[in-house]
């Protein structure tokens, strides 16, 4: 069940850049500022990762080590995306990138945290392929 389009994949060459974009789907009444949204990737042969996550007061972030200082998360309420920009890619990470939300609805102080555990995001995009090679 893909509730959310995610874009910007492709292929790039080694120390290049995209930006992924996650909108909700057109049939969703999805509310960005109602729901952490999370990024996650997924390589061949490997488990599900945790990338970056917003929370949905947009107000904390929080980046996989192996992505910090490459990758920054952003949002745009007035078009409900939520942008991954990835910066000096490695073939380390080529993978399928998926966005999920995760329903922190205000008020409580929840909307201030986001998690990169899987299990807590209800709603996932179909995945965009990232492949990062020379």
């Known amino acids: 069940q893909s509730q959310f389009v995610e874009s910007g994949g492709g292929l790039v060459q080694p120390g290049g850049s995209l930006r992924l974009s996650c909108t909700a789907s057109?049939?969703?009444?999805?509310?960005?500022?109602?729901?952490?949204i999370g990024w996650f990737r997924q390589a061949p042969g490997k488990e599900r990762e945790a990338v970056s996550c917003?929370?949905?007061?947009?107000?904390?972030?929080n980046y996989a080590d192996s992505v910090k200082g490459r990758f920054t998360i952003s949002r745009d309420i007035s078009k409900n995306t939520v942008y991954l920009q990835m910066n000096s890619l490695q073939p380390e990470d080529t993978a399928v990138y998926y966005c999920?939300?995760?329903?922190?609805?205000?008020?409580?102080?929840?909307?201030?945290?986001?998690?990169?555990?899987?299990?807590?995001?209800?709603?996932w995009g179909q995945g965009t392929q990232v492949t990062v090679s020379s």
């Open positions: 917003i929370s949905s007061s947009g107000g904390s972030t």
């Open positions: 057109t049939a969703s009444t999805f509310t960005l500022d109602y729901f952490a």
């Open positions: 999920a939300a995760d329903f922190r609805p205000p008020p409580g102080l929840s909307i201030h945290h986001c998690v990169f555990t899987a299990t807590e995001y209800d709603y």
